[in-house]
């Protein structure tokens, strides 16, 4: 069975610190792995992706991931937050079914950026 | 860009009544998705769809919800006998083959 744990429900954080979202992950098979932003009222957002390669992943406005096998964790880090980053992440893992996808999100990260 | 589109926003029903939830889906996709988010939980998988034919459903998917493919670009999700369990933001999905998936905004349903 696959499951996605994000350990901390709410990460409370100043602008301009560093910030790291914990995301590990269990699966008996491969699978990909992403990280989705939700801000309020709004849907879900591809920050970024492994799918394949090397084990750190550049995403969108500034956020990174690294994929640790070893430690089947895939945490979310942006080295300087902005009080626009104040949102719901969503660590998701697919698994291939046949020819499509399917996912298992986190329960999700609250990241609220102080000023 | 090309986006997933859902409607309509928000959708307030009473119980008991039958509700369609309507997507768009990105044109060249070929696998289709409905998930839901119950306030405050994490977003669970309902349905996939492809081939015009449900690829796996999750428990929650029961018989009082459908999904339908009627005209080559709408994808709809029917629950024909709504709950006040059902009260939750239903997203839409889709993708290409071993890709990740684009999300719509999501419809935001209310059962009272």
């Known amino acids: 069975a696959q499951s996605v744990t994000q350990l901390d429900s709410q990460v409370p954080v100043f602008e301009e610190a560093p910030v790291e979202l914990r995301c590990n992950y269990s699966?008996?098979?491969?699978?990909?792995l992403f990280w989705y932003v939700q801000y309020p009222n709004q849907g879900l957002q591809l920050l970024l992706k492994?799918?394949?390669?090397?084990?750190l992943v550049k995403g969108i406005n500034g956020f990174e991931a690294e994929f640790n096998k070893s430690q089947t964790s895939f945490h979310l880090r942006k080295p300087s937050v902005h009080i626009s980053d104040t949102a719901e992440y969503f660590c998701?893992?697919?698994?291939?079914?046949?020819?499509?996808?399917?996912?298992?999100f986190g329960s999700g990260t609250k990241l609220n950026v102080k000023p | 860009e090309p986006e997933v589109t859902q409607t309509p926003s928000h959708q307030v029903t009473q119980m008991g009544q039958e509700v369609i939830l309507r997507c768009v889906p990105i044109?060249?996709?070929?696998?289709f998705y409905w998930y839901r988010q119950i306030l405050g939980q994490k977003v669970e998988f309902l349905v996939s769809?492809?081939?015009?034919?449900?690829?796996?459903k999750s428990e929650i998917f029961d018989d009082q919800f459908s999904v339908e493919r009627p005209d080559g670009s709408n994808f709809t999700l029917k629950i024909r006998s709504t709950k006040l369990e059902d009260s939750a933001m239903y997203f839409c999905?889709?993708?290409?083959?071993?890709?990740?998936?684009?999300f719509g905004q999501g419809t935001r349903l209310t059962v009272v």
């Open positions: 999905a889709s993708s290409e083959a071993y890709t990740e998936a684009f």
């Open positions: 699966s008996s098979v491969s699978v990909y």
């Open positions: 492994y799918l394949s390669g090397s084990t």
């Open positions: 998701a893992v697919s698994l291939a079914i046949g020819n499509f996808n399917k996912f298992y």
């Open positions: 044109s060249n996709h070929l696998y």
């Open positions: 769809f492809y081939n015009n034919e449900i690829s796996e």
